[in-house]
């Protein structure tokens, strides 16, 4: 069963930097796909980005070029660079993990396990 703890989350000003952590246990990591999603107060979920078991990422436009994702097969964490970021992006983040076949080179369209979340606010 796939367990996914965050970190990382924490107060930034407008045009700063932060790195999320989502360390994830309970399967062979190299087999699971990651994608990470953030809910802002009184708005739908959205996903972001996402890495697939073959390490393959997708980034939905309005991060692009600020976000980065990576995995490290090694460690079984998932990280996310954010540059750049803009008081709009406060909210609370997610990663999430599904299993897949090894290389694959598609994200997964469903999740079946979630980080606890953590907080991101962008103010000044």
């Known amino acids: 069963q796939l367990q996914l703890v965050q970190s990382g989350g924490d107060l930034v000003q407008p045009g700063g930097s932060l790195r999320l952590s989502c360390a994830v246990s309970?399967?062979?990591?190299?087999?699971?796909?990651v994608g990470w999603f953030r809910q802002a107060p009184g708005k739908a979920r959205e996903r972001i980005s996402c890495?697939?078991?073959?390490?393959?990422?997708n980034y939905e436009d309005s991060v692009k070029g600020r976000f980065v994702v990576t995995r490290d097969n090694a460690k079984d964490m998932v990280f996310l660079q954010m540059n750049n970021l803009k008081p709009e992006e406060t909210a609370v983040y997610y990663c999430?993990?599904?299993?897949?076949?090894?290389?694959?080179?598609?994200?997964?369209?469903?999740?079946?396990?979630w980080g606890q979340g953590t907080q991101v606010t962008v103010s000044s």
């Open positions: 890495i697939s078991s073959g390490s393959k990422t």
């Open positions: 309970g399967l062979t990591f190299a087999a699971v796909g």
């Open positions: 999430a993990a599904q299993l897949q076949l090894l290389g694959s080179e598609t994200c997964p369209v469903r999740y079946t396990a």
